[in-house]
Nanobody, 127 residues
C-alpha cells in the first residue's frame, strides 16, 4: 500500500522559513515524479515544486528562488525547503507522486495527473 506522510508545517511570521518533509517508499522508485502542491481556502490546488527523473525540478513562478525541492534517499523523504515566506504562501501543502506525469515532461501540472497523495500539512504565514 502506497503511503505519503507529510510533516513540518506550522505557523511562522513573514520572512521566516519552514522545512516540509514527505515520507514515502516511492522515493526509491527513480521513475516517479514527486511534487508538492498547495491549496489555500477558496482556491484551487496548485503545484509549487516538482522533482522528476534525473533530478530535474520545476517551480511555480511565485516560489522560484524561495523554495527548494530535494530528496533524501537514505530517509525515503521528499523535502521542501521554504524561505522568505509570505502570507500568500499560507495553505495546506500536499505531497504527491505519479509514475508517468510530471510538469517538466510537458504534462499539465494539475492534481488530476498525480495518482498518490498525502494527507497534507498546514503552513500559516502571518504578516
Amino acid at each position: 500500500q502506497v503511503q505519503l506522510v507529510e510533516s513540518g508545517g506550522g505557523s511562522v511570521q513573514a520572512g521566516g522559513s519552514l522545512r516540509l518533509s514527505c515520507s514515502t517508499s516511492l522515493i526509491a522508485r527513480t521513475t516517479y515524479c514527486m511534487s508538492w502542491f498547495r491549496q489555500a481556502p477558496g482556491k484551487e490546488r496548485e503545484g509549487v515544486a516538482a522533482l522528476g527523473v534525473g533530478g530535474r525540478t520545476s517551480y511555480e513562478a511565485s516560489v522560484k528562488g524561495r523554495f527548494t525541492v530535494s530528496k533524501d534517499n537514505a530517509k525515503n523523504t521528499l523535502v521542501l525547503e521554504m524561505k522568505d515566506l509570505k502570507p500568500d504562501d499560507t495553505a495546506m501543502y500536499y505531497c504527491a507522486a505519479d509514475d508517468s506525469h510530471c510538469p517538466m515532461y510537458g504534462d499539465t501540472w494539475t492534481e488530476g495527473n498525480f495518482a498518490y497523495w498525502g494527507q497534507g500539512t498546514q503552513v500559516t504565514v502571518s504578516s
